[in-house]
């Protein structure tokens, strides 16, 4: 696993929590944009947002239902397939995010083709809003069996109440012991937590300046975060 290798090497110059975490909220914020409320990375907002639909009316309301299940299924299939390969001896974290990157990749081709979506329910909305959302389904699944030291990139709640939590006690009165564990916490979620809204505010002037051709970039990011997975592999001291 990623966290093995971390913790058994010495520090390597790229770290896919920053890049994974970029592409949480470059592909949510304009997932959202271009689908009307569809939120592709994370699940809560969903419900929100199907709740919304059914009271205004709005369109979309059957791309936003069809999001959870689709999302649920992809994590199940993840994990399962994570596992056979752990089995097998394949490079299943190398692998799954190989998976992600051409699911964000087939995501840009749609949004290409057959962008802009006035009507998010129409079939090619439906499809392209279900790659992402697959692809994102991925991101979640692999930082939770291979990355689950690191601050979540999808969701950043937690996040930021534990900094702040962190910040409230290296102010006042945390143990002198404790304050070298709660700086580099505080640091490796603050990492994330501006990465997030990184992607976030580059996605909105990418949606205002060009429309779905910003759904070029994440795959490009994705292929980021592999290359970082594997400068963390690498330089991983052996046993």
């Known amino acids: ?10 520090p390597a110059r790229l770290q896919p929590a920053p890049f994974l975490a970029f ?7 304009l997932g959202f944009l271009s689908l009307h409320g569809l939120f592709t990375a994370h699940v ?47 490079p299943d974290l190398r692998i799954l995010l190989w998976a992600e ?22 079939p090619p909305a439906m499809l392209f809003g279900m790659v992402l959302v697959s692809a994102m389904a991925i991101q979640n699944a692999v930082h939770r069996t291979h990355m689950a030291s690191d601050a979540p990139s999808t969701l950043m709640t937690g996040s930021t109440t534990q900094i702040l939590v962190d910040l409230v006690d290296l102010l006042h009165g945390a143990a ?4 070298p564990a709660l700086r580099a916490r505080a640091l490796r ?45 690498r330089n991983a001291k052996p046993a």
């Open 101 to 122: 990157i051409l699911l964000l990749a087939l995501g840009a081709v749609l949004a290409l083709r057959f962008g802009p979506f006035p009507n998010s329910d129409a």
């Open 189 to 233: 979620l603050s990492r994330s937590l501006g990465a997030f809204a990184l992607g976030c505010g580059i996605a909105a002037g990418a949606y205002v300046a060009v429309g779905n051709g910003g759904f070029v970039l994440p795959p490009l990011v994705a292929f980021l975060a592999w290359l970082a997975t594997e400068s963390v592999r």
């Open 44 to 90: 809560t907002g969903n419900f929100v947002t199907i709740g919304a639909a059914l009271a205004l009316g709005s369109s979309g309301i059957l791309t936003k239902l069809l999001a959870l299940p689709v999302f649920c299924i992809v994590v199940i299939a993840t994990r399962l397939v994570g596992r056979w390969m752990e089995q097998h001896k394949l």
């Open 23 to 29: 592409l949480g909220g470059y592909v949510d914020t």
């Open 176 to 179: 002198p012991e404790t304050r």
């Open 1 to 10: 696993m990623l966290a093995e290798a971390r913790r058994g090497s010495t």
